[in-house]
């Protein structure tokens, strides 16, 4: 047995003995761990389950939602540069830009809060405010740049960052404003070093069902979402090196994929389960668009009876409530939550075991 996993095991063993959680439920092999596609008598695994025909249905309908979409009504904000014109009015008027505090300077009116206005509004506004001054102002607004309609791209693009969007901006758009996939070095060939099956686009706090290899690589055109106002894209790292463990655990968090690295290590450096949690786990593997889920007995690996089970990178051990029979139906309806996004776009920790 390696130092790493005797000292994982015997942290599990002391995590175990002090909480008082599973004290005769330990065994000596935590360190032996098996592939999901053990079917052995002794596996662990109790159900499997992946995308189904009534899955893809839904998918299709939401993204059919999307395209259909009508634009948002345009709000003006800081830093769009305007152009107000007063008919007959030359001299009124001005090419400006919104100032950070929301404001413009306009004669006769001094300083104008157009920020969160429609064109229509800001026009009414400045009209409004004229009319002691000009007999029956006609005040037109015309936006020659807008810089407050913005989207985020990070993760492995060559160049992530905030960029301008429009009614017109695809994700593939976005994707190549950002100048698509960063490069890296392996065994001393430049490759790609985006991995697009594991990326995803988080809308309102939702992440959305979009196939990043069908709209950036095939163009279809459902997947290839139009970039709205707020978005947010992360581009996953190819063979992402890392393991997230989020729900009812003590210390959710995303850790560094190590080889041979076995469930019951991983729930050990999340602290172990909260009192709350399922007498099950769920591993969720190989993405959220085309996610596989397996659920595992954990009792029964603690027990004896069942072997450990052998994680791989980019997985996601969930550890959901308890009383929960439809499983799947739950992961599917209630995944990603808050605290999986908020794990999934944070940074790679390192565990020690200290």
Not at 173 to 201: C, E, Q
Not at 287 to 304: E, Q, T
């Amino acid at each position: 047995m390696s130092r790493i996993a005797l000292a994982t095991t015997g942290l599990a063993a002391l995590g175990l003995a002090v909480g008082g959680c599973y004290p005769d439920r330990l065994t000596s092999h935590f360190d032996t761990a098996f592939e999901l596609t053990n079917t052995d008598d002794d596996s662990a695994i109790l159900d499997e389950t992946a995308r189904t025909e009534e899955d893809e249905a839904r998918i299709r309908k939401r993204l059919m939602e999307l395209e259909m979409e009508e634009e948002p009504v345009y709000h003006m904000n800081a830093g769009d540069e305007i152009e107000i014109r007063v008919y007959d009015h030359q001299d009124l008027g001005m090419l400006t830009k919104i100032g950070p505090d929301g404001m413009v300077g306009f004669a006769f009116m001094g300083q104008v809060k157009l920020s969160g206005l429609t064109i229509a509004e800001g026009a009414e506004a400045i009209h409004n405010g004229l009319k002691d001054y000009v007999r029956n102002p006609v005040v037109s607004i015309t936006v020659k740049t807008v810089h407050s309609e913005t989207a985020t791209i990070s993760g492995l693009c060559a160049h992530p960052g905030v960029y301008p969007v429009s009614n017109a901006t695809r994700l593939a758009d976005l994707y190549a404003m950002a100048g698509a996939s960063a490069a890296r070095l392996f065994n001393g060939v430049t490759v790609d070093a985006a991995d697009l099956d594991h990326s995803y686009i988080i809308r309102n706090g939702a992440i959305l069902p979009v196939d990043f290899h069908l709209a950036i690589e095939k163009g279809d055109r459902l997947n290839n979402i139009r970039i709205r106002k707020g978005d947010y894209v992360f581009i996953a790292q190819r063979m992402e090196a890392s393991v997230t463990i989020c729900g009812e655990v003590k210390n959710p968090h995303k850790r560094l994929f190590e080889p041979n690295m076995g469930l019951i290590e991983t729930l050990t450096s999340a602290g172990w389960m909260l009192e709350t949690h399922w007498k099950h786990v769920i591993i969720i593997r190989d993405g959220l668009v085309h996610p596989k889920m397996y659920k595992v007995n954990v009792d029964g690996i603690l027990a004896g009876k069942c072997r450990n089970i052998n994680l791989k990178a980019g997985d996601i051990v969930y550890v959901p409530k308890d009383d929960i029979s439809e499983y799947n139906v739950f992961v599917r309806k209630l995944l990603p939550t808050a605290q999986l996004i908020n794990l999934l776009t944070s940074r790679v920790t390192a565990f020690s075991g200290n």
